[in-house]
T-cell receptor, first 112, second 111 residues
């Protein structure tokens, strides 16, 4: 089991550019979560999916953020246009029934 | 918004000593979980305690939960330098699938 796989590990982009973060959850896990971690705000839940359906996106900061899960093995988080305040580590996590979450290694995003 | 507040924010101890971290939360929960994060890495699930449980053990870890006080504690016994990390409590909110993380405790174990 390769765990939750996120790509890229690091992303540096210029303000105004579109950024796409990718996540492959653990096979068989029916929940997928996107979190953002910063020093100032800690770990924030952005959005989560159950069986590929978005359930709660109340944590998505602005309309510039969007997330999709086209199938059980892939999800994307897109920021368009990106801003310097979006700089953070973005984590994806998946979960099976009645278990703890498995986190990916994260994508460190820097917007300059 | 943060559901959990952890105490202390930072803790430094010697190898072999016990480390205790506390977590308080605000709303009703299905369960409470503890995670470890090494610097620059993702979070690793340590232990889950359900709302109807009061204590749980896993190896050198002991977790307690007091739902009347909305608080939990994590005890790491006989600490090792490799336990150096940040520890987070996370609450699974009642009747939802949302897992909300606390502010974390930075633990430093000196050899």
């Amino acid at each position: 089991d390769a765990g939750v796989i996120q790509s890229p590990r690091h992303e540096v982009t210029e303000m105004g550019q579109e950024v796409t973060l990718r996540c492959k959850p653990i096979s068989g896990h029916d929940y997928l979560f996107w979190y953002r971690q910063t020093m100032m705000r800690g770990l924030e839940l952005l959005i989560y999916f159950n069986n590929n359906v978005p359930i709660d996106d109340s944590g998505m900061p602005e309309d510039r953020f969007s997330a999709k899960m086209p199938n059980a093995s892939f999800s994307t988080l897109k920021i368009q246009p990106s801003e310097p305040r979006d700089s953070a580590v973005y984590f994806c996590a998946s979960r099976g029934q009645g278990r703890g979450y498995t986190f990916g290694s994260g994508t460190r995003l820097t917007v300059v | 918004s943060q559901q959990g507040e952890e105490d202390p924010q930072a803790l430094s101890i010697q190898e072999g000593e016990n480390a205790t971290m506390n977590c308080s939360y605000k709303t009703s929960i299905n369960n409470l979980q503890w995670y470890r994060q090494n610097s620059g890495r993702g979070l690793v699930h340590l232990i889950l305690i359900r709302s109807n449980e009061r204590e749980k053990h896993s190896g050198r870890l002991r977790v307690t939960l007091d739902t009347s006080k909305k608080s939990s504690s994590l005890l790491i016994t006989a600490s090792r330098a490799a336990d150096t990390a940040s520890y987070f409590c996370a609450t699974a909110l009642y009747n939802t699938d949302k897992l909300i993380f606390g502010t974390g405790t930075r633990l430093q174990v000196f050899p």
